[in-house]
DNA sequence: AATTACATGTAAGAGGTTACATGATTCA
DNA sequence: TGAATCATGTAACCTCTTACATGTAATT
């Protein structure tokens, strides 16, 4: 059984947009992808290239004013087709995502400071304020700047993933602290 | 800035369970740290001979009656001062999971077949409400066979966060799929 | 003069998956 | 006899991160 190689759909995905250029691809996945998806450039280079020897795209230099040169990267009918398919295949299984943060509650009883285990949560649950305050200053400026492209329904829809998700953990973190102050080893579970 | 290793710690972390050898190791990880956690043999052989070598742990074999001879590690004092240390350490980011079917949904305004991206959506609640009565399994042989070790009261933690993760997952996909059906930004086409 | 943004790339290595290889014991 | 469970391990391979290397142009 081979593995996919996500990288690559996520690149032809994003050259059918305006994004061409290693660059562009890299701040169009940090800047509207980055709540679920993330890359470098050290898989963007090489991918581009064998893109172009697989011919799923091809390449333009072009010459810029009062910017470097850069490469800029078509989708071809191939890479379309690649595309496409990918995209039309179902998902086979729901990932599973490691959390750092629950491997060390796990084993938390091994540590008797209680007071440190609230403090990693109460700073996780911070980070994730943080987060979803920057997924609803996304969203609105997708409302305010909209432009009513069928595109902005998607992106929406993975947004919401991201601000359900995202409040899901915070919530569950408030739970968790109240759970282990209220410190009941047997007693009541809600 | 070095890579963490938390293959490492995950395996120490569950050395002073009374999980000792790699098999029961995978078995522990598959069975109760599966909503955050997963692991090959592939990494844990190898990690328990750096263990070793590390002097984090010691090996003891054991021969078995009707079953095959067995290692077992125990984590020494030098390893629980490793793993300790760990613990106290706060979480430095929250972690990006990748989703493939976000990817795919975020191109999806390219492909003219609604239905199918429907489908993939229906697909995935279903996963995941296996997943959830997984968990709720899970939770309820905890709370029926449950000792009241404290560790029970850290294991349910976890599994909260499973539950609430799922259940986020769940409603988002339903509300996605009402969006799509009967959310059109510019119109029915087709 | 220094920093930031734009721009492209490579090499080493960490981390993880998968397939393979081996073998004992139990149960149907 | 064949399958399942218990048990340990390796090698090849893939994916991704990080550090490095280079250079232009604009801004502070």
Chains 1, 2 share one sequence.
């Not at 990693?120 to 200053?137: C, D, G, N, P, S």
């Amino acid at each position: 059984m081979a593995q996919e190689n996500h990288t690559k759909y996520a690149i032809l995905g994003i050259l059918t947009t305006s994004c061409n250029s290693g660059y562009e691809i890299k701040q169009m996945i940090d800047n509207s992808l980055n709540h679920f998806w993330k890359i470098s450039y050290g898989q963007i280079y090489p991918m581009l290239k064998t893109l172009v020897t697989d011919e799923l795209a091809y390449v333009v230099e072009v010459a810029q004013e009062n910017k470097p040169d850069k490469k800029t990267y078509f989708i071809t009918e191939k890479g379309r087709a690649v595309l496409q398919n990918w995209l039309e295949t179902p998902i086979e299984k729901v990932s599973i995502e490691k959390n750092e943060l629950l491997l060390k509650l796990f084993f938390s009883s091994n540590q008797k400071k209680e007071q440190l285990t609230i403090k990693h949560i109460e700073q996780y649950i911070e980070k994730l304020q943080e987060r979803l305050a920057v997924f609803l200053t996304i969203e609105q400026s997708i409302h305010t700047h909209g432009t009513g492209h069928l595109d902005e329904q998607y992106w929406l829809i993975t947004l919401d993933y991201g601000k359900r998700a995202t409040q899901a953990a915070i919530e569950w973190g408030n739970a968790a602290i109240a759970t282990i102050k209220g410190g009941n080893v047997n007693g009541e579970k809600d």
